[in-house]
């Protein structure tokens, strides 16, 4: 009995310990959004008892270690224990239980956190190999970059172009696949001005991690501001010119997350006096960066891979109509003068 209760005091000693540990290391970035409130309360109590769980087995391993361990002569056997009823009855319902209140606490906050509110802002976002795409269509406007209105909720309709990748900011906790063929729902009310990123959180191929997007969380008027802003940049008469068109169509294809247009390699080669320049491919030969090789570079990109780059532009882009890929290579043309 003695050894039970020194080894009891130790266990809330060293629970104790492991919680001040935990909780004094910024394990999560700052929260900024409604939503992640119930998420950080959640996990602030897991710490709890997973600093309980992890102090009971260690103290009571280490305890019998230096306590029963074998003195200097004794070479008798150890006692025969064959098995404890209580003990295995008593550390399967305890986690059991838990555990089942873990998920009967989560699933009583479920409906409030994905819970909708009134004149919410509706963002489409599309995920694709590598790079994210935000579409405001009561604006109708897109951008490579996420702007959200301050302490009013935004609804994500995400979906994905590709593979399936994950919508997570950190800093509003909760994520939500991006899933091809389908869309799926998010809704995130920012707390806090600033400035954030997206990550995709699902693996999706070669360039998985540098899959990132600036997420600007700003006052109401700065984003209406943005808005307009953006409006103005492209307007629907922009597409005059095949260039013009083809400028707008590699932003909103996500090329340029990829590809540079001012010499910065990135994942791919940059477009930047690309056209008519001589290509060492990886086979060894050599081409002429012409029309026909830009066509072919973007509808079946793994037959002219540059040397010293990977093979990974997915060759996806045949949905595109005949014009458009045009209008791109055009646009692309206009790099290199
Ligand atoms: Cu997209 Cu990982």
Redesign the pocket.
């Known amino acids: 009995m003695k050894h039970l209760a020194v080894a009891s005091v130790l266990v809330v000693i060293v629970t104790l310990l492991v919680i001040l540990l935990l909780t004094s290391t910024n394990l999560l970035p700052g929260l900024a959004s409604e939503e992640g409130a119930f998420v950080d309360e959640m996990f602030r109590a897991q710490i709890y008892v997973i600093a309980f769980i992890f102090s009971l087995i260690v103290v009571f391993i280490l305890y019998s270690v230096v306590v029963f361990r074998q003195k200097p002569g004794d070479e008798s056997e150890g006692q025969y224990i064959k098995g404890n009823t209580a003990l295995e009855i008593g550390w399967t319902l305890v986690p059991l239980v838990i555990v089942m209140i873990f998920a009967t606490w989560g699933a009583l906050h479920l409906a409030e956190v994905t819970a909708g509110e009134e004149g919410e802002l509706v963002v489409e976002v599309t ?1 694709f ?2 790079g994210w795409r935000f579409d405001y269509p009561d604006a109708g406007v897109s951008s490579d970059e996420l702007w959200l209105p301050l302490n009013r909720q935004a609804l994500f309709r995400i979906t994905s172009r590709d ?1 399936i ?2 919508f997570w900011v950190p800093e509003f906790r909760v994520k939500q696949d ?1 899933v091809p063929g389908r869309w799926t729902e998010l809704r995130v009310k920012p707390t806090e001005t600033g400035d954030y990123r997206l990550r ?6 070669y360039a ?2 540098a ?1 990132i997007s600036r997420v600007v969380v700003v006052e109401p008027a700065a984003f209406e501001a943005w808005l307009q802003g953006m409006s103005v940049a492209q307007p629907p008469g922009d597409d005059t010119s095949p260039a013009g068109r083809g400028a707008m169509l590699v932003q909103d294809n996500g090329c340029t997350s990829c590809h540079s247009v001012d010499g910065t390699t990135l994942v791919g080669p940059s477009w930047q006096g690309v056209f008519g320049s001589e290509r060492q491919l990886e086979d060894g030969s050599t081409v002429t960066a012409d029309e026909e090789y830009l066509h072919r570079a973007i509808l079946d990109p793994g037959s002219q891979v540059v040397a010293g780059f990977p093979n990974v532009m997915p060759a996806a882009y045949n949905f595109l109509p005949e014009e458009d890929i045009t209008a791109m290579v055009e646009y692309i043309k206009t790099l290199s003068r």
Do not use: I, K, T
């Not at 995709?200 to 191929?205: D, F, I, K, N, S």
């Open positions: 995920g190999q590598f593979v990748h994950s991006a995709c959180a699902e693996l999706c191929g998985h991690a899959m």
